[in-house]
């Protein structure tokens, strides 16, 4: 049995892949599918906000895109409960934009 091939295809153009994220990604060095399928979407979105500390990272435009990209569906479609298993693996609380929607109203 000859050894899996590792899947070279760029990120970008992948669903929910603009350039924005594909060039923040290959900045983390996530550059490939086969990049991103080895590491998974947890690792690569901790890699994206340590690379950009300043910079606010929300989950569905990463995390949550991330593994739409690797499913071939939109990030929105993903289940409460991958985006919770997501969360979960990433360290990450809530999504941003609820997070600053919660502040702004006082909760």
């Not at 070279?8 to 060039?23: C, Q, S």
């Not at 923040?24 to 500390?53: F, H, M, N, S």
């Not at 569905?60 to 990030?75: E, H, I, K, S």
């Not at 919770?84 to 702004?104: D, V």
Request: proline share 8%; net charge positive.
């Amino acid at each position: 049995m000859s050894p899996a091939r590792r899947d070279d295809r760029p990120l970008r153009g992948r669903t929910n892949i603009g350039p924005t994220i594909a060039a923040r990604l290959a900045a983390a060095d996530v550059k490939t599918v086969g990049d991103l399928t080895a590491i998974g979407p947890a690792e690569a979105y901790r890699r994206v906000r340590r690379r950009y500390p300043a910079r606010t990272v929300p989950v569905c435009y990463y995390l949550y895109a991330l593994q739409g990209a690797l499913d071939g569906v939109p990030w929105d479609a993903l289940s409460p409960a991958v985006k919770k298993r997501l969360r979960e693996r990433a360290g990450a609380e809530r999504p941003a934009w609820r997070a600053s929607r919660r502040a702004r109203a006082g909760g």
